[in-house]
C-alpha cells in the first residue's frame, strides 16, 4: 500500500510541475489550425505539404520558444516546457482524438438512424394514403347517398 501511495505523490508532483496553460492552449492552437484548413493554405504559401504529426512538431516547438521568451523563463524552465509538451501530444493523441473518434462514430450512428427513421415514416404515409383515400371516397359517397 505505501508503494502505491509514493508512486501516486509522485505522479501528482510530476503533473503539478507541468504547464498546463500551455499544453492546453497547444492542444486548442493544434485543432484549431486542423479545422479552420490551415494545412491548405500552408501549402499554398510553401508549396510543401507537411504531414500532420510535423506540423503539430513544429507549432509546438514554435509555441514553446515564444512562450518561453514571453514569461521570462530561465534555461531551468526548458526541460518543463518540454515535459509538457510530450504531455500534450500524448493527451492529445490517446485522450482527445479516441474522444473525437468516438463522438464522430455517435454521430454517424445518430445520423443514421434518423435516415432509417426517416424512410419508416415515409413507407408508414405511403401506406396510409390509399387508406385515407378509401375513407375519404367512403364520406364522400355517404354525403352523396344522404343528399338524394
Same mark, same amino acid.
Given at each position: ?12 508532483? $510530476?503533473?503539478?510541475? /507541468? ?5 492546453? %492552449? #497547444? =492542444?486548442?492552437?493544434c ?8 494545412k491548405e493554405?500552408m ?6 505539404e507537411?504531414?500532420?504529426? $510535423?506540423?503539430?512538431? /513544429? ?5 514553446? %520558444? #515564444? =512562450? ?14 518540454l ?15 479516441e ?19 426517416k ?24 354525403i352523396?347517398?344522404s343528399?338524394?
Amino acid at each position: 500500500m505505501e508503494v502505491v501511495k509514493l508512486i501516486l505523490q509522485k505522479l501528482m508532483s $510530476y503533473l503539478s510541475s /507541468l504547464d498546463w496553460a500551455y499544453m492546453i %492552449t #497547444l =492542444i486548442a492552437i493544434c485543432y484549431a489550425m486542423e479545422r479552420e484548413g490551415v494545412k491548405e493554405k500552408m501549402k499554398l504559401w510553401t508549396r510543401i505539404e507537411i504531414k500532420k504529426k $510535423y506540423r503539430v512538431l /513544429l507549432i509546438g516547438i514554435f509555441y514553446g %520558444t #515564444l =512562450i518561453y521568451f514571453l514569461r521570462g523563463y530561465t534555461i531551468s524552465h526548458i526541460e518543463m516546457l518540454l515535459q509538457s509538451f510530450v504531455f500534450a501530444m500524448v493527451f492529445h493523441k490517446v485522450l482527445i482524438e479516441e474522444l473525437e473518434q468516438m463522438l464522430q462514430r455517435s454521430l454517424n450512428q445518430f445520423k443514421n438512424n434518423s435516415a432509417q427513421q426517416k424512410q419508416r415514416n415515409e413507407r408508414s404515409n405511403e401506406q396510409k394514403v390509399p387508406e385515407e383515400k378509401k375513407k375519404d371516397e367512403k364520406k364522400k359517397d355517404e354525403i352523396g347517398s344522404s343528399e338524394n
